[in-house]
């Protein structure tokens, strides 16, 4: 929730086969409100049949996507950056862990490392 009230961007790793089950019908409408409060989001998310119909609406919901195959990326979490802030969130069924951490030196290392992230991911574009 904490992200909607975001000032900046939002960049995300993700994994949205674990979101879109743990949270199916919270998920949508977060889009919906993400997106009414103008906030774009950039996203790396491991290659599925979920991530890839989830990419073809990025316009309609004001991301950008990148997918990367799971033998690259295989993960249960989710990570957001913005603003001064890092949330993070364990997606493993038998977790419930979350926490964000406000803090511009993490924030902006977290940011350097997503955006070395994003670039790295178009070499796996093609494939």
Known sequence: EDTLTSKT??????SLDDTETKFPDYVPKYYKRRK????LIKAIFPDSKIARKR?????????????????V????IELNIYEDKVAIISLNP??????VIESAVYA???????N????GATSFIAR
Do not use: C, M
């Open 116 to 119: 070395l992230s994003w670039l």
């Open 55 to 71: 990419q073809k609406e990025d316009h309609a919901e004001l991301r950008e996507s990148r997918l990367l195959p799971r033998d």
């Open 36 to 39: 009414a409060a103008g906030i």
């Open 73 to 76: 990326i295989d993960f249960h």
């Open 108 to 114: 902006e290392t977290s940011r350097t490392i997503f």
């Open 9 to 14: 961007d939002i960049l995300a790793i993700a």
């Open 94 to 99: 038998e977790e419930n862990i979350g926490v």
